[in-house]
């Protein structure tokens, strides 16, 4: 008997936690039109928290053999104002990307990582779409091999740089289930 009522009295409350959580899948616009497929999931955790999982990647070449590959991963925890996927929300994020591509006369192979924090707001369009405005700063630790824009595997120099300024930047599109 006491097993029964301790298994019902589990099952009552994974059904709250369950409605309460929802999942959002999110394309970035401003991604898209600088040629960056990017996917994000985010989760509820709690009424006011979610998790957003970002992930960017840029495989293309353009004329002339200008190019600027990377991939791009971006997880940020987010404080909700009023409710998850409603509102005003501020977020602490996280970024480690790889990169390589060059534009002129250089090209760069490298890594950065680092992170900041972040403020938003979150229209809700309908039942299950929202748009959302995204505004991040921080700092990113780039290290990376400069090297001239000719095929030279031995005329690299190793470089690194200390960046302070706009982290994360989006005007994303949500469908939440």
Known sequence: MLKRKIFLVLCSFSALVLQAQKIALKTNALYWAATTPNLS???????????????????????????????????EVRYWFCEAFEGHFVGFHLHGAQYYG??????????????????????????????????????????????????????????????????RIGLTISYLF
């Not at 957003?52 to 293309?60: E, G, Q, S, T, V």
């Not at 780039?142 to 030279?152: A, D, R, T, V």
């Open 41 to 75: 999931l985010e989760l509820g955790a709690s009424s006011k928290t979610t998790v957003d999982l970002m992930a960017a990647y840029n495989p293309w070449t353009f004329q002339h053999d200008k190019k600027m590959r990377f991939w791009l991963a971006q997880p």
């Open 102 to 167: 060059g534009f002129n006369e250089k090209i760069y192979d490298g890594y950065l990582a680092g992170g900041g924090f972040s403020y938003g707001y979150d229209w809700i369009v309908s039942p299950h779409w929202n748009i959302e405005a995204t505004l991040g700063v921080g700092y990113a630790r780039l290290w990376y091999k400069e090297m001239p824009n000719i095929p030279c595997m031995k005329c690299y120099e190793n470089k690194a740089r200390n960046y302070w300024g706009v982290t």
